[in-house]
Nanobody, 126 residues
Framework: QVQLVESGGGLVQAGGSLRLSCAAS????????MGWFRQAPGKEREFVAA????????HHADSVAGRFSISRDNAKSTVHLEMNSLKPEDTAVYYC???????????????????WGQGTQVTVSS
């Protein structure tokens, strides 16, 4: 069983920073992608960033490019999302996700991911 556990969420002032982490277990190969998504109340789940585990290739949503950065820690089987210059509109539940990708793809669509964490709340106050 693949298990993903997010941590690092919390309350932060606008302009501040947070670092989210997602610890993965049960992944049997390195041929997978991991992504971060967020969902605010009344909104659709939104792509934030994703990374190919074996290649390190990354993609970031336009809304967070230049402010957020996804990275991986192979030794700890953990993916991070560094969030800087946070805005109130970044407030959401943030989810990490994983999907086996033997061809090395890094999808942006949440429907392409099979495994999900339970989410961590990020609240940005003004």
């Amino acid at each position: 069983q693949v298990q993903l556990v997010e941590s690092g969420g919390g309350l932060v002032q606008a302009g501040g920073s947070l670092r989210l982490s997602c610890a993965a277990s049960g992944l049997t190969t390195t041929s997978f992608a991991m992504g971060w998504f967020r969902q605010a109340p009344g909104k659709e789940r939104e792509f934030v960033a994703a990374i190919g585990w074996s290649t390190g290739s990354t993609h970031h949503a336009d809304s967070v490019a230049g402010r957020f950065s996804i990275s991986r820690d192979n030794a700890k089987s953990t993916v991070h999302l560094e969030m800087n210059s946070l805005k109130p509109e970044d407030t959401a539940v943030y989810y990490c996700a994983a999907d086996y990708r033997p061809l090395g793809g890094v999808p942006r669509n949440p429907g392409d991911y099979d495994y999900w964490g339970q989410g961590t709340q990020v609240t940005v106050s003004s």
